[in-house]
């Protein structure tokens, strides 16, 4: 009789990726994202532990959003008070903070829960080239040979 294995979290290795988001379409590469965040790509993955590995995106500000979404997609959050309500569209995050795009669009893609909030930790994303986390010598991961959709082309 065979039995599924549990992952223990003595058993469970994280590694490094490093993401390069030049022109990559922003809801195809934060499904990947989430997927290693997760740890839905190995094969001891446990859904009630936290497998997943850490993810490092850099060019977060070359990103590519498909269609007109840069101005009509809308990011909306309440301050609290009576009618608090702000919105600001993709453009102009873009502008400010380009790291909250690719942020916003990983987090909705994970559990909203203890654990999802964990997985968010080990999410790392940096607007320019440079990050500090050489050391950790991060696997390049390359999104864009995955699907040709992945990328957005110039002509486009």
């Keep these: 009789m065979k039995t599924t294995t549990s992952a223990k979290p003595a058993d469970i290795k994280k590694n490094w990726y490093l993401v390069d988001a030049t022109d990559l379409v922003l809801g195809r590469l934060a499904s990947q994202i989430a997927t290693i965040l997760r740890g839905k790509h190995k094969p001891s993955y446990t859904p009630h532990m936290d497998c997943g590995d ?3 995106v850099i060019n977060a500000e070359k990103v590519a959003l498909t269609g007109n979404k840069m101005e009509k997609k809308m990011y909306h959050h309440h301050t609290g008070y009576i009618g608090g309500i ?13 790291e ?10 994970i559990s909203r829960n203890k654990l999802g909030r964990a997985q968010m930790t080990k999410l790392r994303i940096y607007a320019g080239a440079e990050h500090p986390h050489t050391a950790q010598s991060p696997i390049a991961l390359d999104i864009a040979t995955k699907n040709r959709k992945n990328k957005r082309s110039i002509e486009e």
Excluded at 86 to 98: D, F, R, Y
Aim: hydrophobic fraction near 45%; charge should be positive.
């Design 54 to 56: 850490y993810v490092v």
């Design 86 to 98: 702000k919105s600001v569209n993709a453009a102009k995050l873009m502008e400010k903070h380009p």
């Design 100 to 109: 909250d795009l690719i942020y916003k669009a990983v987090e909705r893609m």
